[in-house]
Each structure stands twice: as structure tokens, then as C-alpha cells.
């Protein structure tokens, strides 16, 4: 028995059934579990896909029993929905991905949803596609660690800031700050080192936090209690652009470059950045294909879904236009342009010329475009000046430039 979970809202769950399709495409019917653990004897191997949400409709609950069904014919499976309400989570502030909604926080409450009989279940992120048999993980012995984790490649000079006897106090991250897209958990030692009693007490003395669920699980699972996975296994889709790995900068992916290197040939479960249901085309993997073209795929074969996620796809276009600014802006930067990059933020009226020019972007150069379109967008949505995307465009070229062919040799 399999237990995984997904939280996701209404509009969302679409996502994640394409998700959970791929999960059940790239599990291998000619392998039993005993292949993956030889001392296990689990014999009726079934997949429960957990859903927690605020709100399902009985229309969208129909779609998820005819994907089950379809889905169960290929591997046996079962999909529980399970409701959630913003109430339980008032002491968690509304912040980063939880922006507006408390649902990102949903997951820290995931153990009470499984009676004693259940010890293990995997996390997922509902952006992420599966890319390998999953029961790999599910072999993998936790032992007395609370979690199995993956290291996020981001900057870890993040913080939280709380009120302990109305004193301020700032709790600050290290190289070991994970990733909480995927959480392979062990359930007993969840529940016996009190996890959503310690996130739930420390969110309510917040008054600054970033990554809401993300940030709390950082501070409270402490090191020597997690069990560190290959990078694999939560490949952040911006990587395939470029990453900072430990051995150049302690405070980036806390792996080697040797490490990652071995990741990026054999990615296992994709985390995508970029959105596919946003962008058709994005980064290029180490064999060269667009990365996005990997979930259209699966969403073909997506039971109920498809259809719906196919006819949406004809009206993706606003990723040219990302593209497009980030390839003038990379241009601006180089030539000390500032009159330029100005222009770019204040200025839409040649948008249409640079929707027309990304569409000669070559691919691997691609994705960099579209981390410095983001930027672009950013600015004009918060109405920023010029001087904060400059430096955030020049940082960010000088890493692609220093960092990016360092895995594609």
C-alpha cells in the first residue's frame, strides 16, 4: 500500500491529476515491491492518492472517479479527497505561498488523515511529473528520521522572524534549508517529535516569514532527522539552466557538482518553475528536449483531463512575450543599456515585435530569457524602477554564464 499526497484547490486539481497519471504510467507492472525492497512483504500493492483541499465540487469529484477508474485498470488505485477548512490554520499567517490562500499549509496537518497502520507517505507538489517508478522511494528505509528531503537550490540567506516573552527573535536558515515539494514521511516519527504542534506554535509567534510551509518545516525538523535524497528526486526545472552547487558556494544546492551532475542526466521527478500549463517551452534537459514537452505528453494520456487541458494549450502565448523581453533585456545588460532596460518596464508598445523575435530563441538559451522576462513582468506588475531589475538581470547573467555549461560537458 502506497499512501501519497497532494493538496490542491478546484482549479488545480486538474494539475494534479496529470500528476498522479504519471505516476501510474511509469510504474513497471513487471516489478513487484520485494524488487525494490527484498525484505518487504507487501503483497497487494495499491496506490491511495490523497487529495486535501478547501473545496471540491461534485462535478470535479465525478472527474476524479472516472480517472481512478481509468487509472485502475492499468494499476490498481484509489483517490480520497479530503476537506480542509482555513479555520484550522488561523494561527498561520498569510504569507508567501500562502499569499492568499491557507492551502500550502494543509500538508503540515497530512498525519491526521492516516490511522496508526499507515508509517509512510510521500508529499508531492502538484507542479512536479514523475519520471521514474515511485515505489523507489517507498523502499527507502527512513529508519529514526522524520523525513526524507531534497535540498532546495536556492539562496539560503533566508529567515524567519518571530515573538518569543515579547522579545524579537530571527531564526536563520542554513545550507541544509530543503525543498518541501516532495516529503517522504515517516509517519511515527512525525507524530512523536510533534511537527504540526511545533509549526503551528511557531507560525502563531510570526510576524515575518517567507516560504510559509516550507519555512516552519525548515525550523522545525532539525537536521540529524532527515534523511537527505538525491537531488533526483526533486529536480527544481530551473536548474537545467544553471545551479550554484556546495562546492562553489556553500549557501546555494546543498549537493556537489559531481552530485548534481549525476541528477541532471537522470532527472527523476521534475519540479517545474515555469509553469507547463503557462509555458510551452522553457528549459532543455541534458538530452536536449524542452522539458515541457515531457507534461503535455502525459497529459494526453491523461484520463477525463485531457480534453480540457488540450483545448487550453492553443491560447498559451504569453510565455513568447516573457521570452522575449528577457532576450532584449539580456541584450541591454551587456551594453550597459539603461535608457533600454527602462524602456522595457515602462514601455509595452513593441511587445508584439519581441513576441515575434522569441520565437528564434535558440533553445538553450531559452530559459534565461525567461527568468529575465520574469523579471520584467515583476516590475511592470509592482511598477518598479529600473535600478532593482538591472542588478538582479546582471547577477543572474554572470551565474548563467559562470555555472551553466559546468553540466552540459
Same mark, same amino acid.
Given at each position: 500500500?502506497?499512501?501519497?499526497?497532494?493538496?490542491?484547490?478546484?482549479?488545480?486539481? @486538474?494539475? !494534479?491529476?496529470?500528476?498522479?497519471?504519471?505516476?501510474?504510467?511509469?510504474?513497471?507492472?513487471?516489478?513487484?515491491?520485494?524488487?525494490?525492497?527484498?525484505?518487504?512483504?507487501?503483497?497487494?500493492?495499491?496506490?491511495?492518492?490523497?487529495?486535501?483541499?478547501?473545496?471540491?465540487?461534485?462535478? /470535479?469529484?465525478?472527474?476524479?472517479?472516472?480517472?481512478?477508474?481509468?487509472?485502475?485498470?492499468?494499476?490498481?488505485?484509489?483517490?480520497?479527497?479530503?476537506?480542509?477548512?482555513?479555520?484550522?490554520?488561523?494561527?498561520?499567517?498569510?504569507?508567501?505561498?500562502?499569499?492568499?490562500?491557507?492551502?500550502?499549509?494543509?500538508?503540515?496537518?497530512?498525519?491526521?488523515? +492516516?490511522?496508526?497502520?499507515?508509517?509512510?507517505?510521500?508529499?508531492?507538489?502538484?507542479?512536479?511529473?514523475?519520471?521514474?517508478?515511485?515505489?523507489?522511494?517507498?523502499?527507502?528505509?527512513?529508519?529514526?528520521?522524520?523525513?526524507?528531503?531534497?535540498?532546495?537550490?536556492?539562496?539560503?540567506?533566508?529567515?524567519?522572524?518571530?515573538?518569543?516573552?515579547?522579545?524579537?527573535?530571527?531564526?536563520? +536558515?542554513?545550507? #541544509?534549508? %530543503?525543498?518541501?515539494?516532495?516529503?517522504?514521511?515517516?509517519?511515527?516519527?512525525?507524530?512523536?517529535?510533534?511537527?504540526?504542534?511545533?509549526?503551528?506554535?511557531?507560525?502563531?509567534?510570526?510576524?515575518?516569514?517567507?516560504?510559509?510551509?516550507?519555512?516552519?518545516?525548515?525550523? /522545525?525538523?532539525? !537536521?540529524?532527522?532527515?534523511?537527505?535524497?538525491?537531488?533526483?528526486?526533486?529536480?527544481?526545472?530551473?536548474? %537545467?539552466?544553471?545551479?550554484?552547487?556546495?562546492?562553489?558556494?556553500?549557501?546555494?544546492?546543498?549537493? !556537489?557538482?559531481?552530485?548534481?551532475?549525476?541528477?541532471?542526466?537522470?532527472?527523476?521527478?521534475?519540479?517545474?518553475?515555469?509553469?507547463?500549463?503557462?509555458?510551452?517551452?522553457?528549459?532543455?534537459?541534458? @538530452?536536449?528536449?524542452?522539458?515541457?514537452?515531457?507534461?503535455?505528453?502525459?497529459?494526453? @494520456?491523461?484520463?477525463?483531463? #485531457?480534453?480540457?487541458?488540450?483545448?487550453?494549450?492553443?491560447?498559451? !502565448?504569453?510565455?513568447?512575450?516573457?521570452?522575449?523581453?528577457?532576450?532584449?533585456?539580456?541584450?541591454?545588460?551587456?551594453? %550597459?543599456?539603461?535608457?533600454?532596460?527602462?524602456?522595457?518596464?515602462?514601455? /509595452?508598445?513593441?511587445?508584439?515585435?519581441?513576441?515575434?523575435?522569441?520565437?528564434?530563441?535558440?533553445?538553450?538559451?531559452?530559459?534565461?530569457?525567461?527568468?529575465?522576462?520574469?523579471?520584467?513582468?515583476?516590475?511592470?506588475?509592482?511598477?518598479?524602477?529600473?535600478?532593482?531589475?538591472?542588478?538582479?538581470?546582471?547577477?543572474?547573467?554572470?551565474?548563467?554564464?559562470?555555472?551553466?555549461?559546468?553540466?552540459?560537458?
Amino acid at each position: 500500500m502506497y499512501h501519497l499526497v497532494f493538496s490542491a484547490d478546484e482549479n488545480y486539481i @486538474k494539475y !494534479t491529476s496529470v500528476l498522479i497519471t504519471s505516476i501510474i504510467l511509469n510504474t513497471d507492472k513487471n516489478k513487484k515491491f520485494q524488487d525494490f525492497d527484498k525484505n518487504s512483504n507487501v503483497k497487494n500493492e495499491k496506490y491511495f492518492f490523497h487529495i486535501l483541499s478547501n473545496f471540491v465540487s461534485d462535478k /470535479t469529484r465525478e472527474k476524479l472517479l472516472n480517472l481512478q477508474n481509468d487509472l485502475n485498470i492499468i494499476f490498481p488505485c484509489e483517490i480520497i479527497i479530503h476537506i480542509k477548512n482555513d479555520e484550522e490554520f488561523k494561527n498561520f499567517p498569510i504569507s508567501g505561498a500562502a499569499h492568499s490562500l491557507k492551502l500550502p499549509y494543509y500538508r503540515l496537518k497530512l498525519s491526521s488523515i +492516516f490511522d496508526e497502520s499507515v508509517k509512510k507517505c510521500l508529499y508531492l507538489d502538484s507542479d512536479m511529473l514523475c519520471m521514474c517508478d515511485i515505489r523507489e522511494l517507498f523502499s527507502i528505509n527512513l529508519k529514526d528520521k522524520i523525513a526524507g528531503v531534497v535540498g532546495d537550490p536556492g539562496s539560503k540567506k533566508s529567515k524567519i522572524k518571530f515573538k518569543e516573552n515579547d522579545k524579537k527573535k530571527i531564526f536563520y +536558515f542554513d545550507e #541544509n534549508y %530543503f525543498n518541501s515539494g516532495l516529503l517522504l514521511i515517516n509517519l511515527e516519527e512525525y507524530k512523536k517529535h510533534n511537527i504540526e504542534q511545533k509549526c503551528e506554535e511557531l507560525a502563531s509567534k510570526c510576524y515575518y516569514i517567507k516560504a510559509a510551509d516550507q519555512d516552519l518545516l525548515n525550523a /522545525t525538523i532539525e !537536521t540529524k532527522l532527515r534523511y537527505k535524497l538525491d537531488f533526483a528526486y526533486n529536480f527544481s526545472t530551473i536548474a %537545467f539552466c544553471y545551479v550554484i552547487c556546495k562546492d562553489e558556494n556553500k549557501n546555494r544546492l546543498n549537493y !556537489t557538482r559531481d552530485e548534481f551532475n549525476k541528477s541532471i542526466k537522470n532527472p527523476k521527478i521534475l519540479h517545474y518553475g515555469e509553469k507547463p500549463w503557462k509555458f510551452l517551452k522553457s528549459y532543455f534537459d541534458y @538530452k536536449g528536449n524542452n522539458i515541457n514537452d515531457y507534461w503535455w505528453d502525459v497529459v494526453s @494520456k491523461t484520463p477525463v483531463f #485531457n480534453e480540457e487541458l488540450l483545448k487550453s494549450k492553443k491560447d498559451i !502565448t504569453n510565455y513568447l512575450l516573457c521570452a522575449g523581453l528577457g532576450r532584449e533585456l539580456f541584450d541591454a545588460i551587456l551594453k %550597459f543599456n539603461f535608457l533600454k532596460v527602462n524602456f522595457l518596464i515602462k514601455n /509595452t508598445s513593441h511587445d508584439e515585435k519581441y513576441i515575434q523575435k522569441a520565437k528564434s530563441i535558440e533553445n538553450d538559451f531559452f530559459g534565461i530569457c525567461c527568468i529575465l522576462g520574469t523579471a520584467i513582468f515583476y516590475a511592470r506588475y509592482y511598477k518598479k524602477n529600473f535600478f532593482g531589475v538591472y542588478f538582479k538581470a546582471l547577477k543572474i547573467i554572470y551565474n548563467f554564464k559562470k555555472y551553466h555549461f559546468k553540466s552540459r560537458n
